[in-house]
């Protein structure tokens, strides 16, 4: 049965992490694919590396399909590569425009090794497992913090719960929206406000940029407002709505994914809403520069050190539970094998044959189950 010990690594491994610390990209590549995969040891070799893990500055990107996310994304990378600074780029996307290669254009393309430009970008798929995607990405992060990116930006396809957590696990998060479409109220409906260290109201090219800008900046100016005052929380939901010029239904369940964004970024951070072009880069430079203030605020707040406190225990709790999960489905798959064709077992309950798989897993917690 599992060990509860970490397995010691395989030669081969003990030569991959050897390359990796020898900054060979092919290494890190490969260590990515092995965790991606939970390919037998991956725990293993992400222990034997966490020691490096700690110095890269991380962002999560996200906002609506189309809002031009990959796009800003490569930007931002573009003016960090500019100021020397490597760039490591995750895309949690199967079909992100990163897979085409072009964004970056020729030299960088996805899984690309070319990490002579300093930036390294890897497309993730999402995966279906419960907190999968937020411990794979997070596993992937590590390994670009360990191999000594220095700034790492996550970009999510989406603003689904689990990506919402993806995009709040970095730093400082960044949502980015665009004109058409009534992305405001969108933002209010799907929790974005919560989490947003930073707006980016980006194809500013288009019609109706400032008026999106000035709707966000009411609505974070009433939820500052009623943060401060003692009445509950809940009265925000009418806020955000009366500022959107919408009937009140739009904000009915606006949960929060990771609690309140306040006490995150902390020090009274006001959270910047920056308008850009990301396919020219116009006002890239100032989203880069709102990034690193936020950064900076963390830092001197001490939030910095509490946050990834935080996303260090829920990382823990996160391989805690996918540990026991595995353990789990090992003693089912054993069971199935002795019992499960057994045709009396259709006439046990459910529970009866949970029981019993439990206790061959703990058998010293099955006499004081029940
Ligand atoms: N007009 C305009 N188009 C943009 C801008 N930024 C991105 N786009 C385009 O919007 C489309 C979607 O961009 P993409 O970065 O793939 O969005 P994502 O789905 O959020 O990652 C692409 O065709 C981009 O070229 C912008 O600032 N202005
Ligand atoms: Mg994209």
């Not at 009140?248 to 006001?270: F, L, M, N, Q, Y």
Request: aromatic content about 4%.
């Amino acid at each position: 049965m599992n060990d509860p010990v970490q397995a010691p690594l395989t030669p081969s491994q003990q030569s991959l992490v050897e390359k990796f610390r020898g900054r060979q990209p092919l290494a890190l590549s490969r260590c990515i694919s092995l965790v991606e995969n939970h390919r037998p040891g991956f725990e293993s070799v992400l222990e034997e590396l966490h020691d490096g893990v700690g110095s890269a500055r991380r962002v999560g990107i996200t906002g609506p399909p189309g809002a031009g996310k990959s796009t800003l994304t490569a930007a931002i990378a573009r003016t960090y590569r500019d100021r020397g600074l490597t760039v490591g780029i995750i895309a949690v996307d199967p079909s992100s425009p990163f897979t085409g290669g072009a964004l970056l254009g020729d030299r960088v393309r996805m899984d690309d090794l070319a990490t002579t430009e300093g930036i390294f970008i890897r497309s993730m798929a999402s995966r279906g497992s419960h907190g999968g995607l937020a411990a794979a990405t997070r596993e992937a992060a590590d390994l670009l913090d360990a191999f000594g990116f220095d700034r790492i930006l996550l970009e999510t396809v989406g603003v689904g719960q689990s990506e919402l957590e993806v995009a709040s696990s970095a730093d400082s998060t960044l949502v980015v929206l665009v004109p058409e479409s009534g992305d405001g109220i969108q933002a209010m409906k799907a929790g974005l406000m919560e989490v947003a260290d930073l707006f980016a109201v980006n194809k500013a090219d288009r019609p109706g940029a400032d008026r999106l800008k000035k709707e966000i900046e009411v609505v974070l100016a009433l939820r500052t407002g009623s943060a401060s005052s003692h009445v509950p929380g809940h009265h925000g939901v009418d806020l955000s709505s009366i500022a959107a010029g919408r009937t009140p239904d739009i904000t009915a369940d606006h949960g929060s994914v990771t609690g309140a964004k306040e006490s995150r970024s902390a020090g009274e951070w006001a959270v910047p809403v920056l308008k850009c072009v990301a396919s020219t880069g116009e006002g890239v430079l100032e989203i880069a520069a709102g990034l690193d203030n936020h950064f900076a605020r963390l830092e001197s707040s001490g939030r910095l050190e509490t946050n990834r406190r935080e996303q260090a225990m829920e990382h823990a709790r996160l391989v805690l539970e996918r540990s026991v999960g595995r353990r789990a489905m090992d003693a089912w798959n054993v069971w199935l094998d002795a019992t499960g064709r057994d045709p009396a077992v259709g006439r046990r309950s459910p529970y009866a044959i949970s029981r019993e798989v439990y206790g061959s897993l703990w058998p010293e917690s099955a006499s004081s189950a029940d």
